[in-house]
């Protein structure tokens, strides 16, 4: 089975053989920019109490901290939106060997983005998702943890080169974005486990989420 690296190095290998040169190298810049600038000082840790959120997911109904940890600790993944194809694999493969594993820690799974719940229930329709996908209206709940960061102009322009304008998916018609992140928060809103990744094509690996569920189990 592939590890979300290897999937998303496909992606890139794909994207570099049809792309315009001139895009594949705005993109490769951005991501070496802010893979230099790493994780923004200030941004959530381990040991950090989450703030409540309500946030409106997919179909209109509102998602709290308190309900998604009543039973057990909360997987939270930010990502982009539905438009990155780095943030798909990653929330396919969660979907398909994440999801079967968290009923043996009584987790929950819940993918927060900055679009808007009728683009979460599009990016939940396309990828089959049945875990809860909430919308984080101006990113304001990854902006407290401090995991946001402003895409380049060049960035932008690229992509709406290729046909994509990230702000048509917001509701605050923004363009700060989350790093991709996954927490994972116990009962007392605690982060437990933080993974930040500053370069846009990282991800979290099922394992790396699987052993520190196990770690915070014993």
Same mark, same amino acid.
């Given at each position: 089975m592939q590890t979300i690296a290897e999937q998303v190095n496909e992606v890139k290998a794909a994207a570099a053989s049809r792309l315009p040169a001139e895009v594949v190298a705005v993109f490769a810049s951005d991501q070496a920019a802010l893979a230099a600038a790493g994780v923004p000082a200030g941004a959530v840790s381990v040991g950090d109490t989450l703030p409540p959120f309500s946030l409106s997911d997919a179909t209109g109904q509102i998602r709290t901290l308190e309900e998604l940890t009543a039973d057990g600790p909360a997987v939270i993944v930010f990502y982009r939106g539905g438009w990155c194809p780095y943030c798909n694999v990653a929330l396919r493969t969660? @979907? #398909? &060997?994440?999801?079967? !594993?968290?009923? +043996?820690?009584?987790?929950?799974? $819940?993918?927060?983005?900055? &679009?808007?719940?009728?683009?979460?229930?599009? /990016? @939940? &329709?396309? +990828? !089959?998702? *049945?875990?809860? $996908?909430?919308?984080?209206?101006?990113? !304001?709940?990854?902006?407290?943890?401090?995991?946001?960061? !402003?895409?380049?102009?060049? %960035?932008?322009? +690229? @992509? #709406?080169?290729? %046909?994509?304008?990230? =702000?048509?998916?917001?509701?605050?018609?923004?363009?700060?974005?989350?790093?991709? /992140? *996954?927490?994972? *928060?116990?009962?007392? #809103?605690? +982060? =437990?486990? $933080?993974?930040i990744h500053p370069d846009y094509t990282g991800r979290t690996e099922v394992n790396d989420i699987l052993t520190a569920l196990q770690t915070l189990a014993t």
């Open positions: 969660y @979907q #398909r &060997e994440l999801l079967p !594993e968290l009923g +043996a820690y009584s987790a929950r799974l $819940v993918a927060i983005s900055p &679009e808007t719940p009728d683009a979460s229930l599009s /990016t @939940q &329709e396309k +990828a !089959e998702l *049945v875990y809860t $996908v909430p919308s984080d209206t101006a990113a !304001e709940l990854a902006k407290s943890l401090g995991i946001t960061f !402003e895409p380049s102009e060049d %960035g932008l322009a +690229a @992509q #709406r080169n290729l %046909g994509v304008d990230i =702000r048509t998916t917001r509701a605050d018609n923004g363009t700060p974005l989350p790093m991709p /992140t *996954v927490l994972i *928060v116990d009962r007392d #809103r605690i +982060a =437990r486990f $933080v993974d």
